[in-house]
């Protein structure tokens, strides 16, 4: 359901303790291929959340493999993705509200505007990309994460991911280098 400030709301009936975070992947403009770890480091994970600029279908359905798969596009992504994914998703998994944007919008400022997509749906996550910079911090009760880039890292000492973990109330970020 896409409500009118354009977030589409998702409810994740499954049973999730451990999320993939991915973005900013740009398969094959930047990159050939997902790195093979991130195979390894998203093997147990029950969902995969990707925050945009994944640039071509096989990406996602790569990630499929390994777990459902939610995402959004971000400004490199072509019209058929924008369209298909949208650009901003409110997932629900159990009790927890997981806000997913991509983030994008200038240079700079890309976690004030991931913030400020879901002013007013007090999420407990929001997940970003854009700036290809793995960011972690939970402020003033939220957790916001950006996995960084998967595939090109810019400058960061490599490519990352990141994971989520969710036992009942609590919930734990965490950046990892591939």
């Known amino acids: 359901m896409v409500n009118r400030e354009g977030v589409t709301q998702v409810r ?3 049973p999730v303790k451990r999320i993939g975070l991915i ?19 998203f093997q147990k994970v029950q969902l995969i959340l990707h925050a945009g600029d994944i640039v071509e279908m096989s990406v996602l359905n790569e990630l499929r493999r390994l777990a459902p798969v939610e995402a959004v596009a971000g400004n490199m992504d072509p019209a058929p993705l924008h369209i298909c994914l949208g650009r901003k998703k409110l997932i629900r998994v159990g009790r927890v509200k997981i806000g997913l944007v991509h983030g994008d919008g200038g240079f700079g400022g890309a976690l004030e505007r991931a913030r400020k997509a879901f002013s007013g749906y007090d999420p407990q996550v929001i997940v970003f990309g854009h700036s290809h910079r793995p960011y972690c911090r939970e402020e003033e009760g939220i957790w916001l994460i950006n996995p960084g880039s998967a595939v090109d890292p810019r400058w960061e000492p490599g490519p990352s991911c990141g994971l989520l973990t969710i036992e009942g109330d609590s919930i734990q970020g965490q950046i990892i280098y591939l």
């Open 12 to 14: 994740i009936d499954l």
């Open 23 to 41: 973005s900013d992947t740009h398969i094959p403009s930047r990159g050939k291929a997902l790195p093979r770890r991130i195979r390894y480091v």
